[in-house]
Nanobody, 117 residues
């Protein structure tokens, strides 16, 4: 059973920075995408950044140049460094793993990010 645990959300002022972490356990498949999505109140969940098997990372246009996804030295960990945060970045951020064979998604419990003065 795949289990994802996120940490690192919180309250930050506009222009500030936050880092999110996610550790996955129970992954038995070899081809998968790992990354981050977010969902703001009243909006659909949207892609933030995803990485395929430690290859190139795909970023949403709204976060390019401000957010950086990195994969940890420890297997099945992923981080999201968020800089120059804006109020519109406020959302619940979810760690995601997608099995590229059967396209099944696995989600963490989510961590709240609030950007406000």
């Amino acid at each position: 059973q795949v289990h994802l645990v996120e940490s690192g959300g919180g309250l930050v002022q506009p222009g500030g920075s936050l880092g999110l972490s996610c550790e996955a356990s129970g992954i038995t498949f070899t081809m998968y995408v790992m990354g981050w999505y977010r969902q703001a109140p009243g909006k659909e969940r949207e892609l933030v950044a995803v990485n395929f098997n430690r290859g190139p990372t795909n970023y949403a246009d709204s976060v390019k140049g401000r957010f950086t996804l990195s994969r940890g030295n420890v297997e099945n960990t992923v981080y999201l460094q968020m800089n120059s945060l804006k109020p519109e970045d406020s959302a619940v951020y979810y760690c995601n793993v997608r099995n590229m064979i059967d396209r099944r998604d696995y989600w963490g419990q989510g961590t709240q990010v609030i950007v406000s003065s």
